[in-house]
């Protein structure tokens, strides 16, 4: 894909609360297209280092085009895998991290990842396409209370138990196996709010993603490591899309003693951005760095 789809979230917060400066080292450890991984290489010119990570090696592809010309080094990898890359790229720690949460537009853009349930594909949903097992075959094999389980601490979903006694039952007669199958069972069992509401199969989908990819458990990981990874005085953004997330990156944030934090309140897209980039919307950036070393 020559273009990539994607347009970087809250660009000019990130730059802001990263503070990049030239000579520095910086990762970007959810590279997606480059969108960001860009902004931050032009302001750590070419004595500074832009890292960059992504779990999906057709994001590296995109990003390495929109890299071009400077100094950056891109690696297939989970951000979760970060203190193994740094000790792999002979770095101790690197002066600022951003991790962008949300998946990018050019991976929900192609149905053959199974991400949306805006067109039909094959129900995938890997971040990675290389490891891991698709969403089918968690559909396929897990038991109707896992599967509710599922639906409801990872989507909360209030009608998690109706949707998963249907799963069983139609998976019984017909494999799902298609994006568009599962759209239409939930939506067959969720009544639709009245006016625009939100699709009935965006909490099930968002709830499969992350159990497929085991977002809140890397995340988890990835927070417990982080500070060992930042030089002292290093700064880290973290964006999110939705409170299972922000809620984990605010506690290690807050309550860190590493950690000083430099939003109390998530900061939000503004009204003119999100008229541009309406993925926008729903994105929470936290930002904190570590304590500097005392001249005491």
């Not at 249907?166 to 599962?182: A, H, S």
């Not at 109390?264 to 904190?288: D, F, G, Y």
């Amino acid at each position: 894909m020559a273009n990539p789809l994607h347009i970087p979230v809250l660009p000019t917060e990130v730059l802001h609360y990263l503070d990049p400066q030239p000579g520095q080292v910086m990762v970007d450890a959810t590279v997606g297209a480059g969108g960001h991984a860009r902004l931050l290489a032009a302001q750590l010119g070419p004595e500074g280092l832009l890292v960059g990570l992504d779990q999906d090696p057709g994001m590296l592809t995109l990003a390495r085009a929109r890299l071009e010309g400077m100094r950056s080094v891109l690696v297939h990898g989970n951000f979760e895998d970060l203190p193994e890359i740094l000790q792999k790229l002979q770095m101790e720690a690197v002066d600022g991290i951003l991790v962008d949460l949300g998946f990018c537009s050019d991976q929900s853009a192609n149905p053959e990842r199974g991400l949306s349930f805006q067109q039909d594909g094959p129900l995938d949903m890997r971040l990675d396409p290389t490891r891991g097992e698709p969403a089918s075959a968690l559909v396929r094999r897990l038991q109707e209370k896992a599967l509710a389980d599922i639906f409801w601490q990872f989507g909360e979903e209030r009608f998690s138990r109706r949707i998963a006694r249907r799963i069983v039952e139609v998976r019984q007669k017909t494999p799902l196996v298609r994006t568009g199958q599962l759209a239409e069972l939930v939506r067959s069992c969720v009544p639709r709010s009245k006016g625009h509401g939100m699709d009935p199969a965006t909490r099930v989908f968002q709830a499969l993603r992350i159990a497929v990819n085991d977002e809140l458990g890397a995340l988890e990981r990835f927070l417990f490591a982080l500070p060992a990874c930042l030089k002292p005085g290093g700064r880290v953004a973290m964006i999110s899309f939705h409170s299972l997330e922000d809620r984990r990156v605010k506690h290690a944030f807050r309550n860190h003693e590493d950690f000083e934090e430099l939003t109390r309140k998530p900061v939000e897209a503004t009204e003119e951005e999100i008229r541009h980039n309406p993925r926008a919307r729903s994105a929470k950036l936290r930002a904190a760095r570590t304590k500097p070393i005392s001249k005491e």
